[in-house]
């Protein structure tokens, strides 16, 4: 792996925060804002990707496949609810709207 150097400016309060939360993480500063940019990236990317997706669906399409989904069918043997589960689900419901 190729390694370059980079000068970083940052805010002394900014930098002093870095450094005690890359200390209580247990890693280098240098280690810690390797990472922190990685995280950025991939988010970055993962949003550009679903905007992608996005942009070629066919939401009517899509809308037409969820309306058949269950249509005229009977349920089937293990779709049922879990014993109690409706219970719990009910008493959520019950607490929410009161």
Do not use: C, H, W
């Amino acid at each position: 792996m190729r390694k370059s150097n980079f000068a970083l400016r940052l805010q002394p309060s900014l930098l002093e925060e870095l450094r005690g939360v890359a200390e209580a993480e247990d890693t280098t500063l240098n280690q810690f804002i390797n990472i922190a940019v990685a995280e950025k990236l991939a988010a970055l990317r993962t949003e550009a990707y679903f905007r992608k997706r996005a942009a070629r669906a066919d939401v009517p399409a899509a809308l037409k496949v969820l309306d058949r989904l269950g249509a005229g069918k009977r349920p089937l043997p293990g779709d049922e609810m879990p014993v109690g589960a409706q219970k719990k689900r009910g008493a959520r419901k019950r607490r929410t709207n009161e």
